[in-house]
């Protein structure tokens, strides 16, 4: 379960890098990229990857990993797997991990009357990639120097 997680992950982060690097080459991102098709197409597919990332990985990857090292139990909350890996050094934060839940709930609820709201999300879920895809990349050098594992 664990290495097709990661597969997921792996390939979600590829593709939402690409819309990244494109969005982060553009002079801003304001209220006219709604206008523009094209833009608007690299942008509404970062954000379903954001949320798609968010959601492998606060679902799945970190029961998966807790599960890997003996510390998951079934009735653990969502709130105990995060101190969790706290405790453990996996994240710096779960209050941060928390905060990128809700950031993915905002953008997943689409309201179009209020763009200003859209395009501040937008941004936040610019700067929380990096460090979501910073935690992964963590999470998996700590595995892979347990033997936890391995690309094969």
Known sequence: ????????????????????????????????????????????????????????????????VLAGIGEYKRNMSFIDILDRLEKLELIDNADKWNNFRELRNNLSHEYPANELEIIKDIKLALTAFQEIADIYSNIIKYLKERNLYSIK
């Open 1 to 64: 379960m664990l290495k097709e997680t990661i597969e997921a992950v792996d390939i979600n982060i590829k593709r939402a890098k690409s819309d990244y690097d494109e969005i982060k080459s553009w002079d801003s991102l304001s209220p006219k990229y709604f206008e523009d098709n094209d833009k608007r197409r690299v942008v509404d597919s970062f954000i379903f990857r954001f949320i798609k990332i968010q959601d492998l990985i606060g679902e799945k990857f970190f029961k998966e």
